[in-house]
């Protein structure tokens, strides 16, 4: 069964360093871009960013930019989003997201096919 | 950057057509897809490249796309499908960036 596994929840304070990791199984990791989304509480979903688990190569959108880090360890199978100072507007449901591609091949137009099942990240004084 | 608007909420009747429109400039040169998401739960991808279905999802979710306006049509509704919708494309003109509409609340009367 093809699948991404995420870490679980967790509680930080502000200022606190965070990683989360996003696991996956059942395919050739390394032949699908994983993007990562946010969704705040009772509000909508929010592309951050993705990675090219083959080479590490990864872009972002501008609203996360430079607060958060896309990483990925093929070895493992695992992709992590990461901050270094947590705010506590970094609260939020956080998904991993796979895209599409066909065949081996990924495309900037792909959907994403397989979600993982969401890191709650709760950020309190 | 390039912007999705779809309606907040959608009301429809059991059995009856439900129609969730996502707006965007020129947006029929782009390809669309649809997510469903029920309450506690990840999204799940419904509709792909504006029409496609992926295996599992019913005959009864299709997708069109022209103009500036995409459409996720859902017929014969059922209980079932009370869910937020979200349209989702990628911005070519600024790197790849994804975009999602801000979401739509079907409910089901």
């Known amino acids: 069964e093809v699948q991404l596994v995420q870490s679980g929840a967790e509680v930080k304070k502000p200022g606190e360093s965070l990683r989360i990791s996003c696991k996956g199984s059942?395919?050739?990791?390394?032949?699908?871009?994983i993007s990562w989304v946010r969704q705040m509480p009772g509000k909508g979903l929010e592309w951050m960013g993705r990675i090219d688990p083959s080479d590490s190569y990864t872009n972002y959108s501008p609203s996360f930019q430079g607060h958060v880090t896309i990483s990925a360890d093929k070895s493992i199978s695992t992709a992590y989003l990461q901050w270094s100072s947590l705010k506590a507007s970094d609260t939020a449901m956080y998904y991993c997201?796979?895209?599409?591609?066909?065949?081996?091949?990924?495309?900037?137009?792909?959907?994403?096919?397989?979600w993982g099942q969401g890191t709650m990240v709760t950020v309190s004084s | 950057s390039y912007v999705l608007t779809q309606p907040p909420s959608v009301s429809v009747a059991p059995g009856k057509t439900a129609r969730i429109t996502c707006g965007g400039n020129n947006i029929g040169s782009k390809s669309v897809h649809w997510y469903q998401q029920k309450p506690g739960q990840a999204p799940v991808l419904v509709i792909y490249?504006?029409?496609d279905r992926p295996s599992g999802i019913p005959e009864r979710f299709s997708g069109s796309n022209s103009g500036n306006t995409a459409t996720l049509t859902i017929s014969r509704v059922e209980a079932g499908d009370e869910a937020d919708y979200y349209c989702q494309v990628w911005d070519s003109s600024s790197d790849h960036r994804g975009v999602f509409g801000g979401g739509t609340k079907l409910t089901v009367l």
């Open positions: 490249y504006d029409s």
């Open positions: 997201a796979r895209h599409s591609c066909t065949n081996g091949v990924c495309s900037p137009s792909d959907a994403f096919d397989i």
């Open positions: 059942g395919y050739s990791f390394t032949s699908y871009w």
